[in-house]
DNA sequence: CGTGTGTAAACTGTTAACAGTTTGCGTTTG
DNA sequence: CAAACGCAAACTGTTAACAGTTTACACACG
């Protein structure tokens, strides 16, 4: 039979298994995420259709889903523009961050297989040694991914998903806060003591850590708000 | 001077302030909370832009909208849907409810007016008459003011969208928990421990608290799933 | 020279029409 | 009689055009 289950990509039309406004979404989001069109520009409805070969519809169908997510703001016939986070509500963000991240450390703290603990484990090495030789990409990589397999293994997909939304948004404040040498040594430290307490099974350390490390992203971050223009 | 400010709603267009998009995503929002459109049914574009008395490009950016939160979910070729929720997804929103709800009253436990404490008793107040009288509805209705209020004194936006967010989603599952007699004096003796919690300025207690109240909603909830069909 | 005004271009909000897919039903066929 | 086929209606995805608002710029005026 040439049947093919209807979920399947087939080779002929590689295309039109999602909408166009997905893929619109998509890139926009990339965009922004990227910094390629910055906080408080404006986004050219007619400019994105036109660059992207699409209409304005699903551009307009791509801003709303956008709108949601909290990376554009809409103002009525005004345009949307890419939002901007205060520091006032980058700290609240952190906070949430935090709040989500306790729970994850006590969730994994009561219930983690020995492959997960050493998955993570090898992260912090990696990040020991991109932290020693000053390699603040690659710092800056791994703690993405060591924050998600976290969540992951949490096993609270709702969990994974505020979290996710959060560090996004977290890009939208204008200050990049990057990891100084002393600030990845800092930061990777508490990733450790993170991970022992899950080791030890230690759910309310295990909490706590997680919680203060966020934290310590907060003061870190503050401290280069602080530090004037920054970077 | 005839001017208005530009953003007063003047008496003549009383429309166009804003898009017809949110009117109708509002409105659909509103049809879905309120379960005149049930989790799992096809929400038909032409109908509703016929009903409303727009054309399908608003509907279908309202639709986007509300797909990114979680209230429907797009097919391709095929509609959008309301979303059906499981049991399982209840129980890891319930989760991240008492989570948050954790972090408010250790919040207020920390920094709370005496205004808002009285205004919080209040509400238990009413309540405790409304389980006595076995009053359902009255009860529903001042619990979920208590717990809005308690996120708004709690003083942190984003902790407040987020649990506005998941009590939204928590309405797509088909068992809507009833309050029995029973448990709506339970439920409010646990409103009680938080607040004398808070008012003692005992931050970690009110934060147990404020978890396990909503583990105990989660218990409630899960009672009701097991009892078969419920009501 | 600065300020206010009017006009035109640009852009957003909305609608209607077109194209392609899915779905339901009646018919045919083994 | 059941299953497969084919056609038609319904619906979604997309596009293009229209209407109204905002914005920018040039010009007149004090």
């Known amino acids: 039979m040439l049947d093919t289950p209807p979920g399947s990509a087939g080779p002929i039309d590689i295309v039109r298994t999602q909408s166009l406004t997905t893929l619109v979404q998509r890139e926009l989001e990339r965009l922004i995420l990227a910094g390629e069109v910055k ?12 660059r992207l070969q699409v209409s304005r519809g699903p551009v307009r169908e791509a801003l709303r889903g956008l709108e949601r997510a909290g990376l554009v703001e809409a103002r009525v016939n005004r345009g949307v523009y890419v939002r901007e986070v205060s520091v006032e509500q980058a700290v609240e963000i952190y906070e949430m961050r935090g709040l989500i991240t306790g729970f994850a450390c006590a969730r994994l703290a009561a219930a983690s297989t020995a492959d997960q603990r050493a998955e993570l484990a090898a992260m912090v090495a990696r990040m020991e040694r991109a932290a020693a030789d000053g390699d603040q990409a690659g710092y800056y990589e791994i703690n993405l991914a060591f924050h998600d397999r976290l969540m992951q293994f949490a096993g609270n997909a709702r969990a994974k998903a505020m979290y ?12 990049r806060s990057l990891f100084s040498p002393r600030n990845m040594a800092e930061s990777n430290a508490e ?13 309310d350390t295990a909490r706590r850590m997680g919680e203060e490390h966020i934290v310590g992203g907060r003061r870190r971050f503050l401290d280069v708000v602080a530090a004037g223009t920054g970077s």
Chains 1, 2 share one sequence.
């Open 39 to 50: 906080p408080g520009e404006r986004i050219n409805e007619q400019h994105v259709a036109q």
């Open 191 to 203: 990733h450790a003591a993170m991970l022992d307490a899950i080791r030890r099974g230690d759910v």
């Open 164 to 175: 996710d939304a959060l560090v996004k948004e977290s890009h939208l404040c204008r200050r």
